[in-house]
């Protein structure tokens, strides 16, 4: 049995072999698909034809209702508690008396009993099951025990990120990641055991070899009742110890007793912070441990084994963590390891994301953590850690909030909590689902007592007002959401970090600053008459020379300003920038755009002083300054900055532009995006488009064009991205940058600019130099075809249609959704793969990319194989520009579109490949020649060399376009395929507009 990369078994297994053990009642009808199995799922939107469908009852749904739809869809057998009453065929039936059982047992079996060839370690409890499977994944790991893990929204496997929707998956995806991690020469795997996994018997049937036990307490009383079921369930997990297995017990919890009632008294481990008291248990091994020091970055601690004792400094603040560490030495020690390789090992782990992380200390000399605390002895501890570890000048402030659709008892208590212990509280938004969020609030604000609070229910409002609350000393938790990446609200997940919201807001804590000054920092979308002075000098009517103000003054600040450097922009109270261009000096327009009713205009300081440095006319303002390019950047960057939100950088040799449309497309499907707009991505347009940005902007999405070394460093010093993507490393204007090592030095400075400020990188890893260039970068998200992580997806089935659209089915780990894109030219699927990959890192599901996907249709005019129609002659229209890279990628499409007509190549000069050009050239014509066109006619002088390499089917050089038309009518006929395809100095779209505009092509009425 193997499994490929993307979770697809590569091998099927016989239905017999599934039915051996399988504990069956009853078999109807006969299976399908010659009895072989390619699947098992639960899932009927997954059923692939050959597949296994288990009908299991759910609490919202019952699966029973969609057995017809499982055959219909191919299912060759499905197992079902009872049998429908209308049986659809072919297909075998198997009833059973519990399916959930029958699950586990065919999914293991399916995967190849995999989890009988791994030492699974489970962990349970209701806190620190999280940070307690890392410390013991991290120390097999370091000691030479390949270890998995499987835990809270993820799975780990060497390198490999897997994204989960729950603590511990599905029986059938659980020993699909068993089935990967031994594949990948895994000899362990540690997995978080909920107590819901264990009700409905996710872990059926599999023998732990060790299993731990953290604590007990409230929390998922809406799905157990009472704390004696929730106990009862986390209890099942002891009895499916294996033979030499072994259970380790935090014994300073009460209920430590009841885990260990049904294990033998040689295999309990007993853990404890009450070193010198009796054990109440019959312990084999006793492990203690105590706190000599803690500070909010460490803490030292003795540990204490059977045999000898540690000192050791661990890199987790609080007493909490040290039972952590603890319990981790313990499962060491039953693993072989001796005491020296386990306190190396833990000692080496740092902050686990999300558990007491601490996401930043300010230069004023207050500290921020966020914790994954969301039940209330969570909550007690985490508070009371950092309350033992604060100064006593200083103030403890909490923010959190409790999720919806769950435990409504701990509500109230969580706020007493945070009451009794915070010094200021704001109580705020977790995760509200379906409930409504000022409910959740009134329910947890009746147990708050008597300590100042603040109610909140925006989330990012709440922290950025806790962090602007900070003062040297101070200490600030947010606590409920830890590691997780969204907010869900109403069925929806959006995309949500406590740790960015935390980091933006400190750049606007300006504590000790005045009042007036703060207000200035904490504002978005406006420039004022102080921004400009940043600038250049402002100059107001009548007040250049001292005098006083005059009756009439240009506005002091401009709410959503409009920035313009065309003249004929001008509709009234814009901000005009003069630039002097090739063709035209904005200078010259200066009377004009004030008589149409701009406000402002920034002037170069020669023009200025050339005027006798006048004052401009009443009510209006000049900005002077000695270069208003400069300027234009400068102001930019000002106003970009009072933007706490991401800023995504797209740059690259090839595709910029379509993946900007498709990311901002499918980041639209959930979140307000500002983009670029056309092409505006130079020093030029990238301020313009900053310039543009909105007070309720999400997300900006800035293409970023480069030609000539340098650039890049400075638009990305415009543009503070907080992420960016590059498309591909290509032959881009070679005239100045070279060859390729000359296009990767002027694009990589992007990632450059994010490994300095910490940013986000999407990586192309299909891209040889880009994938280089982004190792060892911490934040990254790779992307690719093969390529398979946490929030990569990808494409397979790729088809194009007669009429050029593309169809694939669109991949994640998380799932498929089929996806039809208005594109032609199979290399747009990777664009729409790096599109879709920016909307699963920001929160959305795969249907919302898909929607963005699809709704996305290329403007008129867009020029980038783009298909129209003449005649009946379809024609594909690249005419926006060309490189040696595209040149090749239209050949491509053209090629792969359908169609009985021959396919005709209309190409033109590649310019600005500088020395490179006659190679490049010369190399498109090799590449003809193992294409399948039929017709090539050239236009420039350098398109030439490509008719050298393919003379059979050379049509001719044309030096006019008319010559070029009327050479076309002769041999086009009904069903052909034209490409065009030149760099824009070619204007070759001239061409194509008079075959459009045509009444005949072929001579044919």
């Known amino acids: 049995m193997t499994v490929s990369s993307d979770g697809s078994n590569l091998q099927e297994v016989q239905l017999e072999e599934l039915l051996k053990e399988i504990s069956s009642l009853e078999l109807l009808g006969k299976a399908g698909f010659g009895g072989a199995i390619s699947m098992v799922t639960s899932d009927s939107r997954e059923v692939l034809p050959g597949s296994l469908f288990v009908a299991i009852k759910g609490y919202a749904t019952d699966g029973g209702r969609f057995i017809r739809s499982a055959v219909e869809r191919g299912a060759a057998a499905v197992i079902c508690e009872e049998f429908p009453s209308d049986p659809a065929l072919p297909c075998l039936y198997i009833k059973v008396a519990d399916a959930r059982k029958a699950l586990a047992e065919a999914a293991r079996i399916f995967y190849g009993k995999a989890s009988d060839q791994l030492l699974i370690i489970g962990v349970t409890g209701t806190n620190g099951k999280t940070t307690t ?83 007990l307490t409230q929390e998922h009383l809406d799905f157990h009742e009472t704390m004696h079921d929730y106990a009862e369930a986390k209890q099942q997990l002891f009895d499916q110890l294996s033979p030499d297995g072994f259970a380790v017990l935090n014994i300073d919890d009460p209920y430590a007793e009841q885990m260990a009632a049904r294990v033998a008294d040689d295999k309990i481990y007993c853990c404890t912070m009450q070193r010198g008291l009796q054990p109440a248990l019959s312990c084999s091994r006793l492990f203690a441990a105590d706190l000599l020091q803690g500070t909010l970055a460490s803490s030292t601690i003795v540990l204490h084994f059977p045999d000898e004792s540690v000192e050791m400094q661990v890199k987790l603040p609080g007493n909490f963590n040290v039972m952590n560490v603890l319990e981790a030495a313990a499962i060491g020690t039953g693993m072989a390891l001796s005491a020296k390789e386990i306190c190396n090992a833990l000692s080496a782990v740092s902050t686990v994301e999300g ?89 947890i604000e009746r147990g708050i007592t008597g300590v100042h609070y603040l109610r909140i229910s925006d989330r990012a409002e709440a922290i950025r007002r806790a962090v602007l609350m900070l003062k040297a000393g101070d200490l600030l938790l947010v606590a409920g959401k830890g590691h997780e990446k969204y907010q869900e609200i109403a069925g929806h997940k959006y995309f949500f970090s406590d740790q960015a919201i935390i980091k933006t807001a400190m750049q606007e804590n300006v504590s000790g600053y005045p009042e007036k000054e703060r207000v200035q920092l904490n504002r978005k979308g406006v420039l004022t008459i102080d921004d400009f002075r940043k600038v250049g000098e402002v100059v107001e009517a009548g007040r250049g ?62 023009w200025y002083e050339e005027q006798g440095s006048v004052d401009p006319p009443p009510g209006k303002g000049f900005i002077v300054t000695d270069d208003t390019v400069a300027g234009l950047q400068q102001l930019a960057t000002i106003y970009r ?63 970023m064009g480069i030609n000539h070394p340098g650039e890049m460093v400075l638009l990305a010093a415009i543009g503070s991205p907080t992420h960016a993507l590059l498309t591909n490393i290509g032959h881009e204007h070679l005239e100045f940058l070279v060859d390729l090592d000359g296009v990767e030095a002027a694009e990589i400075p992007l990632f450059d600019y994010l490994r300095q400020s910490g940013g986000i990188a999407f990586v192309n890893m299909d891209d040889p130099r880009i994938s280089a260039a982004a190792s060892g970068m911490a934040g990254s998200v790779p992307y690719g075809m093969a390529t398979r992580s946490e929030h990569s997806c990808w494409a397979r089935d790729i088809s194009v249609n007669s009429a050029g659209a593309l169809s694939f089915l669109l991949c994640s780990i998380a799932g498929s959704e089929p996806v039809t894109l208005n594109f032609t030219g199979k290399h747009n ?78 190409l033109g000069d590649m310019l600005e490949l500088g020395l490179a050009g006659e190679v490049e050239h010369q190399a498109i014509g090799n590449y003809l020649q193992q294409s399948s066109v039929d017709l090539l006619f050239t236009f420039g002088e350098s398109a030439r060399l490509f008719g050298r390499a393919v003379p059979e089917r050379y049509r001719g050089h044309f030096e006019s376009r008319e010559a070029l038309l009327e050479a076309l009518r002769t041999v086009l006929q009904e069903g052909d395929i034209v490409l065009f395809k030149g760099s824009r100095g070619m204007k070759l779209e001239q061409v194509v507009d008079a075959l459009i505009n045509a009444k005949t092509i072929t001579g044919r009425e």
């Open 133 to 215: 499977a890392k410390l013991i994944t991290a120390m097999l790991n370091a000691n030479g025990i390949s270890a998995g893990y499987i835990g809270t929204n993820m799975c780990r496997i060497g390198e490999l990120e897997i994204p989960l929707d729950r603590t511990t998956p599905e029986a059938h995806g659980l020993h699909a990641l068993f089935r990967q991690m031994l594949e990948a020469g895994c000899k362990a795997a540690v997995m978080e055991v909920s107590s819901h996994a264990l009700v409905l018997q996710r872990v059926y049937g599999i023998r732990f070899h060790a299993a731990l036990f953290t604590n």
């Open 355 to 443: 558990r007491m992380e601490r996401v930043g200390e300010s230069r004023q000399g207050w500290m921020a953590f966020v914790d994954y605390a969301h039940t209330p002895d969570a909550l007690f501890k985490a508070l009371d850690a950092l309350h033992g570890l604060k100064e006593d000048a200083s103030r403890l402030i909490v923010v959190f909030g409790c999720g919806g659709n769950r435990d409504k008892e701990k509500r109230s208590e969580m706020g007493r909590i945070a009451s009794e212990i915070a010094d200021e509280v704001i109580i705020t938004s977790d995760n509200p689902r379906d409930e409504d969020p000022e409910e959740i609030l009134d329910a």
């Open 545 to 606: 020379h001292g005098d006083s103000l005059p009756p009439s003054q240009p506005p002091q600040e401009m709410v959503s300003p409009v920035v313009v450097i065309d003249s004929r922009e001008v509709r009234g109270g814009e901000l005009f920038i003069a630039l002097k261009g090739e063709n035209a000096d904005g200078h010259c327009f200066i009377g004009t755009v004030f008589e149409k009713g701009a406000s402002w205009a920034m002037v170069s300081r020669q």
């Open 641 to 703: 900055h009072q933007f706490s939100i991401p800023v995504l950088a797209i740059g690259g040799s090839n595709g910029k532009t379509t993946t900007k449309e498709m990311v901002a497309s499918v980041l639209g499907t959930g979140f307000r995006v500002h983009m670029s707009e056309g092409n505006r991505n130079n020093h030029l347009g990238v301020p313009l488009t900053l310039l543009q940005l909105r007070g309720d902007t999400d997300i900006a999405v800035v293409e």
């Open 829 to 906: 699927v990777m664009n729409a793969i790096a599109a879709a990959t920016v909307g699963h890192y920001f929160g959305l599901s795969l249907c919302q990319i898909r929607e963005g996907l699809e709704r996305l249709t290329p403007a008129p005019g867009w020029k980038r194989l783009e298909v129209l129609d003449a005649c009946g002659v379809r024609i594909l229209n690249d005419t926006y520009n060309a490189n040696s890279d595209s040149m090749r990628k239209a050949i491509d499409a053209l090629c792969d579109l359908p169609g009985a007509g021959k396919r005709v190549a209309v």
